[in-house]
């Protein structure tokens, strides 16, 4: 492995989503030479006007950066543009980094990394939560895996996006902890679904019901933040059910590779189901609780 | 109805166990005259020290006393000492109160007010949470149901327990959304045992994902508090198992009534049920993760 001990001045991003549009724009305030590229063209003519080079191909900007960064969709879109027709990890120079902030496959990132290693590319996989509004305020937490002195090389562009960096193992480890995020998170709204199902069925006003609740041993970050909503009915996303639903079904996926039992988990999956099939994917994931006013009768 | 709106002077408790006997020195310290009683005779001797008086039976307590609490294990524990051999009912002036604090069914809590109508006797139930050091403390969340009148005439009694009192609705209403927040707690507790037990399994340090976890959207009271003991295996009781399922089974009975699909909380149901089965009632409610490991083979 060349050695790298210099700083990182110039940094690509593909991918300029609700995620990784303002994680561009958050890399050049912080005075990093920013290189994007987006499959639609509209949101590069956006970054442009802040200052981004928009090299046109993910090919051409991989060749001119020392760190790309992926922020995209699912493991598909990973594959597509690195290995595939976006020919990422061709373009990049012996020595640099990629660095997947997107959410995707523990096991296909550690086959991703394989094949960085073999032409002595470091990766490091750096998921991320928070959701748009930490994407926006630099506020996102980061929960990397890969090896420390690249976490280290890479540590002011993490600064430059996140408040909270967390090494928390080898590559692939950070894959497993956002997944594992996303388990304790889908079974907390589930939770909650059933807990404030149950008291307006049995008569008690939920919203009387919900602050006797929230300061509790039951309370919990969902709980305040998208309990209000649920009450007023509110189903804008701050994570979309669809995107969860991914989320839940690359975590069943590792789940059964390790062997983990995740019976809650699955039961979440199935209800996601019940509203993907309802064409409710763009509601917020707190939208679970339909799932259950479908099955009580409350909503038809 | 008679009108009562002097304040309350003499309190009488009924049950010292791990919640009320502290919660009877606090009502002393409060400068309340109180009477305790409860069946195991070494109790009463601990409270008599601390300037309770103890009748030596249910019936003689209340019958000299403004307002009596009930803090007992279950509804029949209720039933009996108020309506069956305890004689309470019987013995209690007319507008004297009972408040019961237990965790009980909310239909025999609604029988139970009618009974007490009958003879002039107002009824509150008022469940608590915040656990044996909440009690200790005076800092419990007190949820309580019943007329408007008889709770503000009630509250310097309940501000000597608690630090948190919600009024939410009539009479069994308190218990309702006691119900609630076990079903939320549960289920918090089964999705932070699904997100360890998966990190774990799939090779990430379980210290590291908790840390990474804890302050985001994932977020919980549980994950917080309960999450650094199932890192190493302390099963400590802040409250056991055995009375755990207790409150999940009086949740199950009530959304049975009132048709609510708790497809999560019967998960859970059926979880402790095998730690039951293992006679580990006496552990922490967080050892629920125990019933994860027994099915992926990590526990014998």
Not at 124 to 145: E, H, R, W
């Amino acid at each position: 492995m060349t050695e790298r001990t210099e700083s990182v001045s110039t940094v690509g991003i593909i991918g300029l989503g609700l995620m990784g549009k303002p994680m561009c724009l958050n890399l050049l305030k912080s005075g990093f030479s920013v290189y994007a590229h987006n499959r639609s063209q509209g949101k590069c003519r956006e970054v442009e006007r802040e200052g981004a080079v928009t090299p046109g191909s993910a090919r051409a900007m991989a060749e001119r950066v020392e760190v790309v960064i992926t922020m995209l969709p699912d493991t598909p879109d990973v594959e597509r543009v690195v290995l595939g027709e976006g020919e990422v990890l061709d373009a990049l120079r012996p020595g640099s980094v990629l660095i997947d902030m997107s959410t995707i496959s523990p096991d296909f990132t550690r086959e991703l990394a394989g094949r960085c290693r073999e032409k002595d590319i470091a990766m490091l996989d750096a998921p991320v939560t928070g959701g748009d509004v930490g994407a926006i305020n630099g506020t996102l937490s980061i929960m990397v895996g890969g090896e420390s002195g690249v976490v280290e090389r890479c540590r002011p562009v993490f600064d430059a996006l996140g408040s909270t960096v967390t090494h928390v193992g080898p590559v692939g480890t950070g894959q497993v902890v956002k997944l594992a995020n996303q388990i304790v998170g889908v079974g907390n709204l589930l939770a909650m679904s059933e807990g404030l199902l149950f008291a307006r069925r049995a008569g008690v006003d939920p919203v009387k019901a919900h602050r006797a609740i929230e300061g509790g041993a039951a309370g919990s970050w969902l709980f305040t933040h998208r309990g209000p909503q649920i009450l007023t009915e509110d189903w804008q996303p701050g994570f979309t059910v669809a995107l969860q639903q991914k989320d839940v079904r690359l975590a069943l996926e590792a789940a059964d590779k390790c062997g983990a039992p995740l019976l809650g988990t699955h039961l979440v999956y199935s209800l996601y189901q019940a509203l993907l099939n309802r064409d409710l994917g763009q509601d917020g994931n707190h939208a679970l609780i339909k799932a259950l006013e479908y099955l009580s009768g409350d909503r038809s």
